[in-house]
């Protein structure tokens, strides 16, 4: 995350929600802004697919879009604690279920167990973290 924080570090307010991506069909993928706003809620879903597997009811915080850097750290950083927060009650045992049926279902159709729905949640963020850097140069 602090990889990730990093990214967008010298960006200036004003250029968070420049459309640097014009030709892209996902509204997640067009601006600094929007990208930060998309991982944010991804970190949330990911906890909350997990935690309702497990029998609690919880639901998505809404998406907030920004205005600034500051609010974008602050909101990684809330959705950080609430990740180290649900993987406090799992057991390793937990992690890796090889049984499809017990497996977490998403919104976007894949299957994952707890451990394979993290390493996406990890990849995700890189992914993005690259993304924001080259939106980077193009805003420059």
């Known amino acids: 995350m602090d990889d990730l924080k990093r990214s967008f570090l010298g960006v200036k307010d004003e250029h968070l929600n420049v459309v640097a991506d014009k030709l ?3 509204d997640d993928c067009r601006s ?3 990208i930060l706003t998309h991982v944010v809620s991804s970190g949330y879903s990911y906890c909350i697919y997990i935690r309702n597997s497990r029998g609690d ?6 998406r907030n879009l920004f205005a600034t850097a500051y609010q974008y750290i602050v909101a990684i950083d809330l959705m950080f604690d609430f990740t180290v927060q649900t993987f406090e009650t799992i057991t390793d045992k937990e992690l890796e279920i090889f049984d499809e049926d017990k497996k977490i279902k998403t919104g976007w159709g ?5 451990e394979q729905l993290f390493e996406h949640a990890i990849v995700h ?9 080259n939106f980077k140069k193009i805003l420059a």
């Open 24 to 26: 892209t069909l996902n």
């Open 57 to 62: 009811l919880i639901n998505r915080p809404p």
């Open 32 to 34: 600094i802004a929007s």
């Open 110 to 114: 894949q299957v994952y167990d707890i």
């Open 125 to 133: 963020v890189l992914r993005h973290r690259r993304q924001i850097e």
